[in-house]
């Protein structure tokens, strides 16, 4: 059973439209982050929020953390081939743990 | 180094083979993870140390798998008499120190079990 369920697994988008990735979980987290990664590359830290209801933004993406902390969205606005990855969100459990529980991820791919 | 170093980048290895992965982390980080990411899928907590210290080893699969970091810097995760299912990539990352602080994480070793 996946602790961090993400959504969609598959995203193919054209250059432009925008759209938004889940994290969702039954479980509490006292942190959230999302990483991306880039085919034979380790992950790479884009964002962490820590209070429910955070919103964090990184130029065209904004991340948003669930009041409760059991959630998180990213969404990307006009979306550029630049954006192709592989997206985890992965969470922390307690607050003074380093170990990441990671979601399944979510292959997000934008054509010309 | 500039950043968290990791040896083999590919193995392949025979059914019953014995491998060894290393990974030397950013010069001073204290805590060191290993993962273990299966194609098209997320990564999965594998060990963590803190200095030399193995303080969690709960997601090894198996006793086949062992971790170590003897002198608190470069560690080596051994597989022994791997099977298919531990194809896989394993990603180690490091972080300045214990707890809830930013992981770096290296490029992985892509192990393919024949």
């Known amino acids: 059973t996946q602790l961090l369920e993400q959504s969609p697994q598959f995203l193919s988008i054209q250059e432009g439209e925008n759209l938004t990735v889940y994290c969702n979980s039954s479980?509490?987290?006292?942190?959230l982050q999302w990483y991306r990664q880039e085919p034979g590359e380790g992950p790479v830290l884009l964002v962490t929020?820590?209070?429910?209801?955070e919103v964090k933004k990184l130029k065209r993406l904004t991340f948003q953390f669930g009041d409760a902390r059991k959630d998180s969205s990213l969404h990307i606005t006009a979306a550029q081939p630049g954006d192709t990855g592989l997206y985890l969100c992965a969470g922390r459990r307690t607050s003074n743990t380093g170990k990441l529980i990671f979601g399944q991820g979510t292959t997000l791919q934008v054509k010309p | 180094g500039a950043g968290v170093s990791q040896s083999p980048r590919y193995k392949v290895a025979k059914r019953g083979q014995d491998v060894a992965l290393r990974c030397d982390p950013i010069?001073?980080?204290?805590?060191l993870f290993w993962y273990q990411q299966a194609l098209g899928q997320g990564p999965e907590f594998l060990t963590y140390?803190?200095?030399?210290?193995?303080?969690?080893k709960s997601g090894l699969p198996s006793d086949r798998f062992f971790a170590e970091r003897p002198e608190g810097s470069v560690s080596t995760l051994k597989i022994q008499r791997t099977q298919q299912e531990d194809s896989a990539v394993y990603l180690c990352?490091?972080?300045?120190?214990?707890?809830?602080?930013?992981?770096?994480f290296g490029q992985g070793t892509r192990l393919t079990v024949v």
């Open positions: 929020v820590v209070t429910g209801g």
């Open positions: 479980s509490v987290f006292s942190s």
């Open positions: 990352a490091s972080s300045r120190e214990g707890g809830p602080t930013e992981a770096f």
């Open positions: 010069s001073g980080h204290v805590s």
């Open positions: 140390f803190q200095n030399e210290a193995q303080l969690d």
